[in-house]
């Protein structure tokens, strides 16, 4: 870790695998619960699941870090399974969850939490969060809390032994009096971390219901509003001219860039800008240290704080396009495992904003679009179009979660063979292949990590409606919703392909077709056979999983061989997606719509 928080190279590239994922094995004989908690975990966790009391015991071994374990099964009980896994000497926390009501007889049994179906998804992830924390303490301060949460389980309710629970209270306050200050000390880490862990969980089903970037940045700062956080805000940041500003603030933040202009500061100033600048050129979390004469120039407390404050920033991003910065104050030393999930949420936070301009750009009545004049060689499908004095016509794109941008690109009149020599050999290419032969050309399938205007623009965010280019002179359009700042784009593509121009700027209507207009529109493209076919497939469960009918089943009941089916089948589907993608501004729809009603 560098000065002020901000990771070295090695440590901010660094991805985690799934091998440093915790193993969470769940076992009931319940299959809908033990699938429905598989669900609930996967996320996070490696999951393995048993469904009875031998398969546990044939699935846990040295990897497993938490289990998840049902008391009443048919073959062999969670309780023999508990005393095997024991008995191997396994280091795993272990919560039992079972419908079985607890009895003094659970006081010796050697778990760490009790669960009393039903559960929900917020109690099995709490549980397993909490049991991965514990799993870092010594062995005696865990066997304070796995005494205590049996204590906790077993109160108020009748036992039939109270001598027992008596006993069990007992050592639980000898345990506490011998390792008191420690205990503390873990029951507030334990605490910061649910509420951390909350606070994700809160934020997640924020952004569910999160219509528009506002909302998503005003959900997250209000979510800060409660300790260990003195508050948050988020900075917005113009790419284009690389300048900060605030776009939203918690309650609790009376003057973000109030740091920087305190002049009883002294040493102890920072500039926010300055350390939100950082966050996003490296991409990487910041932190800095904020006595408490600083710190009161930022937060709206009547009181000045009476601590040192950590000032930390994350990038919210997606992909490579960066949208600001989220801003956070923690009181006191920020924890490894909070800047992890301050990063995280970051991310999820970018995802969101992601998510909510692309649902502008495609549900707005009206758009922008930027036409712009391409010659710059620097692009990879110029140069290629330059070198083989050819016409190289992007007909789609899919942009890959790896960062890699895929493109769908028709190149006229071009042996593969060439295409595959002047490509291949570029870093910016990570695969080149051929998807289709045509009469005037081939289709190539290209994923591109950079070097192409296409790559760039879909990474900042915009809609590239077409890119054709002949000889090495191009036009290429994008699509932005209206309002937005264009400057983005513009000056986005301009810094790594200085030969792009705009040429134009036009205002067009993305008026919505009706449900009924669509549909008429398709019939007319569908032949009767093709018709006939999708609806009876559709009928006879060929579209459900597992099929309800198979292609021969189908193609029997219309008197027709499957081979045949599958045409008509085929044919129709794609002209099906073809007239959908054609209505929502698809390329690929409207360059190949004609060629679908020839079939």
């Known amino acids: 870790m560098l000065a002020d928080g901000v990771p070295d190279g090695d440590?901010?590239?660094?991805?985690?695998?799934?091998?440093?994922?915790?193993?969470?094995?769940?076992?009931?004989?319940?299959?809908?619960l033990a699938d429905t908690c598989e669900y609930w975990l996967r996320e996070e966790y490696d999951v393995r699941v048993a469904y009875g009391g031998r398969q546990a015991l044939e699935r846990v071994d040295g990897d497993v870090d938490v289990v998840l374990l049902d008391r009443r099964m048919p073959d062999v009980s969670g309780d023999d399974v508990l005393e095997e896994i024991d008995d191997r000497g396994l280091d795993c926390r272990i919560a039992m969850m079972t419908a079985v009501a607890p009895d003094t007889d659970i006081v010796?049994?050697?778990?760490?939490?009790?669960?009393?179906?039903?559960?929900?998804?917020?109690?099995?992830?709490?549980?397993?969060?909490?049991?991965?924390v514990r799993a870092e303490f010594d062995e005696r301060i865990r066997e304070?809390?796995?005494?205590?949460?049996?204590?906790?389980?077993?109160?108020?309710?009748?036992?039939?032994?109270?001598?027992?629970?008596?006993?069990?209270a007992e050592r639980v306050r000898e345990l506490r009096a011998e390792r008191e200050s420690e205990i503390r000390d873990r029951e507030r880490q334990l605490e910061r971390t649910r509420r951390i862990n909350g606070l994700l969980r809160e934020v997640d089903r924020g952004l569910v219901d999160a219509d528009t970037r506002a909302d998503i940045v005003e959900t997250v700062c209000d979510s800060?509003?409660?300790?260990?956080?003195?508050?948050?805000?988020?900075?917005?940041?113009?790419?284009?001219?690389g300048t900060v500003e605030c776009e939203v603030a918690g309650e609790s933040i009376a003057s973000p860039f109030g740091l920087a202009d305190d002049a009883d500061a002294g040493d102890g100033a920072v500039d926010p800008e300055?350390?939100?600048?950082?966050?996003?050129?490296?991409?990487?979390?910041?932190?800095?240290?904020?006595?408490?004469?600083?710190?009161?120039?930022?937060?709206?407390?009547?009181?000045?704080?009476?601590?040192?404050?950590?000032?930390v920033a994350v990038p919210i991003d997606y992909r490579e396009t960066v949208y600001g910065a989220l801003v956070v104050y923690v009181r006191g030393?920020?924890?490894?495992?909070?800047?992890?999930?301050?990063?995280?949420?970051?991310?999820?936070?970018?995802?969101?904003?992601?998510?909510?301009e692309s649902k502008r750009l495609l549900h707005a009545d009206s758009a922008v679009e930027l036409e712009f004049e391409h010659t710059?060689?620097?692009?990879?499908?110029?140069?290629?179009?330059?070198?083989?004095?050819?016409?190289?016509?992007?007909?789609?794109?899919?942009?890959?979660?790896?960062?890699?941008?895929?493109?769908?690109?028709?190149?006229?009149?071009?042996?593969?063979?060439?295409?595959?020599?002047?490509?291949?050999?570029?870093?910016?290419?990570?695969?080149?292949?051929?998807?289709?032969?045509?009469?005037d050309g081939t289709l190539f399938e290209l994923r591109l990590t950079d070097a192409s205007a296409v790559v760039t623009l879909v990474e900042l965010g915009a809609k590239v409606e077409s890119f054709a280019v002949t000889g090495g002179e191009g036009r290429l359009v994008i699509r932005a919703p209206a309002g937005s700042d264009l400057r983005t784009f513009t000056l986005g593509v301009q810094s790594p392909f200085p030969e792009v121009s705009v040429v134009a700027k036009r205002e067009v209507d993305d008026a919505v077709q009706s449900t009924s207009s669509f549909r008429r529109q398709l019939e007319e493209k569908l032949t009767d056979r093709q018709r006939d076919v999708m609806e009876t497939a559709l009928t006879s469960g060929y579209f459900e999983w597992p099929r309800g009918s198979t292609a021969e089943e189908v193609a029997s009941s219309l008197g027709i061989a499957a081979p045949t089916f599958h045409e008509h089948l085929r044919a129709g589907e794609r002209k099906l997606i073809e007239s959908f993608f054609a209505e929502t501004g698809d390329r690929v729809g409207r360059d190949r719509e004609e060629r679908a009603a020839d079939d």
Not at 108 to 132: A, C, G, I, R
Request: charged residues 30%; proline residues 7%.
């Open 376 to 439: 710059d060689a620097g692009d990879v499908l110029v140069d290629l179009s330059r070198e083989l004095d050819t016409t190289v016509r992007l007909e789609g794109i899919a942009p890959a979660d790896d960062g890699v941008v895929t493109c769908f690109v028709h190149v006229s009149d071009a042996d593969p063979e060439a295409v595959f020599g002047s490509v291949t050999p570029r870093d910016a290419v990570a695969n080149a292949r051929v998807v289709s032969e045509e009469d």
């Open 224 to 241: 800060f509003a409660a300790s260990p956080y003195d508050g948050a805000w988020v900075a917005r940041y113009d790419q284009a001219v």
């Open 333 to 356: 030393d920020i924890t490894d495992e909070e800047l992890s999930m301050l990063v995280e949420m970051g991310e999820t936070v970018g995802n969101g904003i992601n998510g909510a």
């Open 274 to 311: 300055a350390l939100v600048k950082r966050t996003i050129d490296t991409r990487s979390p910041v932190t800095a240290s904020v006595p408490p004469s600083a710190a009161a120039a930022v937060l709206a407390a009547p009181d000045p704080p009476d601590a040192d404050r950590t000032f």
């Open 108 to 132: 010796e049994m050697p778990f760490d939490e009790y669960l009393v179906k039903p559960v929900d998804e917020e109690s099995v992830t709490e549980t397993v969060e909490e049991l991965l």
């Open 11 to 32: 440590e901010a590239d660094a991805e985690p695998t799934p091998a440093d994922r915790p193993t969470v094995l769940v076992v009931d004989d319940d299959r809908a």
């Open 144 to 168: 304070y809390f796995a005494l205590a949460s049996t204590e906790a389980v077993l109160d108020g309710r009748e036992v039939r032994d109270p001598a027992t629970l008596d006993d069990l």
